[in-house]
Every structure is written in structure tokens, then in C-alpha cells.
């Protein structure tokens, strides 16, 4: 018998190696179908909420492509379509656009107070010590 041999110092086949790559892929594969479930779910509780109107948007990217290389001119006629306060999802980010200078009033002052500080973030959270920092601070003393 020879010393060399392949059949001496077992190594992990192909068979082996592709069968945990297989494993893999379908573990990456479940953990994107159920981020994509749940974020249907929250999507949905979410839609019940009263919002302004505006255009649908894309699965991932939202409007964005409704945005071209002049994004303001594309607001403008967004706004002359859907009014002076719409909704539009930028990427996964909803964002409310006000366009004009009375619905901006109602936002800055009359109801300013509700719109003073920033959403609560899990990230900012952990970053600013229970939001408490200057940046991430909620509106008050």
C-alpha cells in the first residue's frame, strides 16, 4: 500500500463542501423570506394609519424612481397631482412632503410642539445613551 495515497488523510469531498453551501443558501434564504414577511405585517398595520395622499410606490425602492435628475421639478408636479401634503417612500423611509407655504406654517408654528422632536430611533438608542444626548434628545427641559 502506498503511503501517499488520497485514501490515507481524509479530506472533505466536493459532495460535503456543496452540501453546507446548499445548507447555507437556504438558511439565507428563509432569514430574507421571513425579513420580507414581517415586514409585510408592519406594512400593513402601518397602511391603516390616516396618511396623506400620494403616488404608489415600488416593493424596495418606494418612489424614488419617480425622482429624476431634477428632483424638484418632479416634486412640483407631484405636488400639482396629490395637493401641497403628500406621502412618498423614499427607498424604506416615509417621508412627508409639504410643498406649500400655508401647510408649512401649519407645521412650524401652529402645531409645532408635535413635530419639535425626532422619532425615536433603536439605534440612537444605544449610540446616545437612552437618546439622551443633544442630537437625539426628545423636545424639552
Do not use: C
Amino acid at each position: 500500500m502506498y503511503r501517499n495515497s488520497p485514501h490515507d488523510h481524509p479530506h472533505p469531498t466536493s459532495f460535503q463542501i456543496t452540501t453546507s453551501m446548499a445548507w447555507i443558501w437556504i438558511t439565507l434564504a428563509f432569514a430574507l423570506i421571513a425579513h420580507l414577511l414581517l415586514r409585510a405585517l408592519l406594512w400593513k398595520t402601518q397602511s391603516k394609519k390616516r396618511l396623506p395622499p400620494g403616488p404608489r410606490g415600488f416593493p424596495i425602492l418606494g418612489n424614488l424612481p419617480l425622482l429624476g435628475q431634477n428632483p424638484h421639478h418632479d416634486l412640483h408636479k407631484l405636488a400639482k397631482k396629490y395637493g401641497p401634503l403628500m406621502y412618498l417612500r423614499l427607498g424604506l423611509v416615509p417621508t412627508i412632503i409639504v410643498s406649500s407655504p400655508e401647510v408649512a406654517e401649519q407645521f412650524l408654528k401652529t402645531h409645532d410642539l408635535v413635530f419639535a422632536s425626532r422619532p425615536p430611533h433603536e439605534a440612537a438608542k444605544h449610540m446616545s445613551y437612552e437618546q439622551r444626548s443633544l442630537a437625539f434628545a426628545p423636545y424639552g427641559p
